[in-house]
């Protein structure tokens, strides 16, 4: 009834560093924002439940009393975030101040006709602190313009919502806000990528920011109690509410387990696995659990039997406004996170996303796929938050398997797409970070310090990887991988992106539609035109303002970046649904294992290597082979034109083929990428012809 897509286990250490407070009652995120709090720009990006709204207090606190800034405006996408702006007793748990805001300037709890009329009464105030939605202060911003915020904090939170889109007004607004240059701007995200690939800010405005990373696995290898994450991806045919005739389950009873504190997020009504009955589909989800036995007056929670005979706490978040109002309450009740046993499933649409925090939540099960990467990463820290007794957790996502009599096939194919490319993202955001460094020439190689090298330790004259037992304040690297024939960035826009932005750069090649469909379904294109020509555009897209030697050298680690993912595991034999969880130590070692099996780590080869091949290798295995021929055939009848710009990159590399085997790649060649590269030398030629004949 139901197919595997990638699955996986990831363990973690639980060594309790991001969960232990200091002196000054500062997480290690919170500390080291806290460290950076004189900067006038300043970029958060840091999971869900690492404390990011606290830090802010801290930093807003800072700014306030010490710093000489006048007010802090915060901002939210949701009004049920503003809950998490409330005040704190910071003093307690050893800080100098705390954090306190006025009722009537939590905006996010005034009438919505009110907001803007308030927004300018706090201008006009002696108060210091106002939350509010980004619609109110879009709405403020346009009437009171950027000068009201000279020498004030303004705090976005959920930054991914901003970006450089022309329709973005937020995004506008702060690019105005930057070019007065006279506010102070904290922007804090758990996941920094969108799923359009537009960036979120300029590449000239994010040089301004000083960015404080506080990376996935930081912070779920530093929990007290959570030891394991899973990621399942289930394909099913027919309705995800419809039975199958052997087993007599519905596809999401075979993955709904009641015993397990869980959110389900039904499919959007315009969605592929949408029955477009919202308010049915909640219901035969409850109807499916046991036999319902009324409504808690108090909560709004149903309450319903199980056949074992437990009674289960379920909120319903798709019903009718004003009983959703009632249940939403409900949850944010202290008690929620206080009390276990206080619900036990929630079932929503498009709440209990991101800034929902349930801490019990062990599953995060979603039906249909997600319109963006981010909002995926955001369902799955729902359930990465830490609690007593909570040792595991998963994601997984339920998605209706395309069909030969499917009306809206390419729809279906891209749905199936996105979630491969979250499962691989997923696996990015989930290990410890990699840095590539160049080989160098035995005479000039030495270890670096701090990087344990293996057994027999650094060796001059091979490719080697060290990992640190620690990682440094500054430095989030872990494995530090050297490859021969890797560029060094020139500028320091180019350093800070090969540092800080690869995942970021990583998040916008798997969301690339056309990229996607042609690296896992078209058996006809080579690894290179993946690594190679669409990664480089889209390098260039995100960086516009980068020199050659700068994009291909972020180029290159994006592609290592994928890649060291795919070798690794190769080289332990791990298969995505193995049982056992992948830890540090297996990863490590299926990489030492390939860089010593081909002696040397260079770029041509890590280019050679399809960084969705793991991905496919599974679905030829477990998805239907009729269904993967139609996918394969939809694929390969689209004809993608060969650009200028992709002709160009391809003749530089056909100039560096010439200088290494003395000949022109050649059209006729057995070698697929040497016959991409004379058609490319043929393409730029084709255009220089046109655009000197249009000038003549």
């Known amino acids: 009834m139901k197919t595997n897509l990638p699955s996986s286990t990831y363990k973690f250490a639980q060594s ?91 905006l996010c709890n005034a009438p919505d006709d009110s907001t803007k009329v308030l927004f300018g009464k706090f201008l006009e105030s002696d108060d210091q602190i106002l939350i509010c939605t980004h619609s109110t202060f879009r709405n403020a911003f346009a009437e009171y313009g950027s000068e009201v915020l000279d020498d004030c904090l303004l705090a976005i939170d959920e930054f991914h919502h901003v970006s450089m889109s022309d329709d973005n007004v937020l995004g506008q607004q702060l690019t105005a806000l930057i070019e007065r240059d ?93 029955t477009k009955d919202k308010i049915e589909e909640a219901n035969a989800i409850m109807s499916s659990l046991g036999e319902w036995q009324g409504k808690d007056k108090e909560t709004g929670f149903h309450l319903i039997k199980t056949p074992e005979g437990r009674i289960l706490r379920v909120a319903d978040l798709v019903e009718d406004e004003k009983d959703r109002d009632v249940v939403m309450g409900s949850l944010k009740d202290p008690r929620a996170n206080g009390d276990r046993d206080w619900v036990d499933i929630i079932i929503a649409l498009g709440m209990a996303k991101e800034g929902f925090d349930w801490i019990w939540c062990e599953h995060a ?106 990682v440094r304040e500054g430095d989030q690297a872990e494995f530090v991988i050297e490859v021969k024939g890797l560029k060094e960035p020139t500028t320091p826009e180019g350093r800070r992106v090969c540092e800080e932005g690869i995942k970021d750069l990583v998040a916008d090649v798997y969301s690339d539609r056309v990229l996607r469909e042609q690296a896992l379904f078209n058996p006809e294109a080579i690894p290179q035109e993946t690594t190679v020509m669409r990664t480089m555009n889209i390098v260039r897209k995100r960086h516009p303002e980068f020199s050659e030697e700068d994009a291909e050298a972020a180029r290159q680690r994006v592609v290592a970046a994928m890649n060291m993912i795919q070798v690794a595991n190769e080289g332990n034999g791990l298969e995505p649904d193995d049982d056992e969880p992948k830890s540090n130590t297996q990863l490590l070692n299926g990489i030492r294992k390939f860089a010593l099996e081909v002696r040397d780590l260079d770029v041509d080869l890590i280019d050679s290597i399809n960084p969705f091949q793991q991905a496919y290798a599974i679905l030829s295995v477990q998805m239907n082979e009729s269904t993967l021929r139609q996918l394969q055939a939809v694929i390969v009848s689209k004809k993608i034109a060969l650009g200028e710009d992709e002709a160009r990159d391809l003749a530089m590399k056909a100039r560096g083929f010439m200088k290494s085997h003395g000949r022109p790649p050649s059209l006729k060649a057995a070698d697929p990428w040497e016959r991409k590269m004379a058609e490319g030398v043929a393409a730029l030629a084709r255009y220089v012809a046109k655009r000197k004949a249009s000038e003549t």
Do not use: C
């Open 365 to 470: 099960l979603t039906v249909g796929y997600r319109s963006s990467l981010t909002e995926i990463v955001q369902i799955i820290g729902r359930a990465t938050r830490d609690a007593p007794g909570k040792t595991r957790a998963k994601f997984t996502n339920l998605i209706a398997e395309p069909t030969a009599d499917d009306g809206v096939v390419a729809d279906a194919i891209n749905d199936t797409l996105k979630a491969i490319a979250a499962s691989l993202l997923m696996e990015q955001v989930l290990i410890p970070n990699f840095k590539f460094t160049p080989k160098k020439p035995p005479e000039q190689s030495k270890p670096q310090e701090g990087l344990d090298y293996g057994e027999g330790g650094y060796d001059p004259n091979k490719t080697n990887i060290g990992v640190s037992s620690e």
């Open 16 to 106: 309790k560093a991001s969960t232990t407070s200091d002196e000054m009652g500062m997480r290690e995120m919170q500390r080291r924002a806290y460290s950076k709090r004189g900067y006038q720009y300043l970029l958060i990006k840091s999971p869900p439940a690492s404390g990011k709204s606290r830090a802010l207090m801290f930093i807003a606190l800072d700014k306030l009393h010490k710093q000489g800034l006048k007010k802090a405006v915060i901002v939210v996408p949701e009004r049920s975030i503003g809950g998490s702006f409330s005040d704190t007793n910071l003093m307690e748990h050893g800080f100098w101040a705390d954090f306190t805001v006025e009722p009537r300037w939590n």
């Open 182 to 274: 006279k506010a102070h701007v904290v922007a804090m995200t758990g996941s920094y990528f969108r799923g359009d690939a537009v960036p979120v800010l300029s590449p000239g405005d994010e040089e301004k920011f000083q960015t404080v990373v506080y990376t996935y696995y930081e912070q779920l290898n530093g929990y007290e109690h959570l030891k394991t994450l899973g990621l399942g991806y289930y394909f099913y045919s027919g309705s995800y509410l419809q039975k199958d005739d052997e087993t007599g389950l519905t596809p999401i009873q075979a993955v709904l387990d009641p015993a397990e504190k869980t959110i389900i997020h039904i499919p959007n009504v315009n969605a592929r696995e949408s």
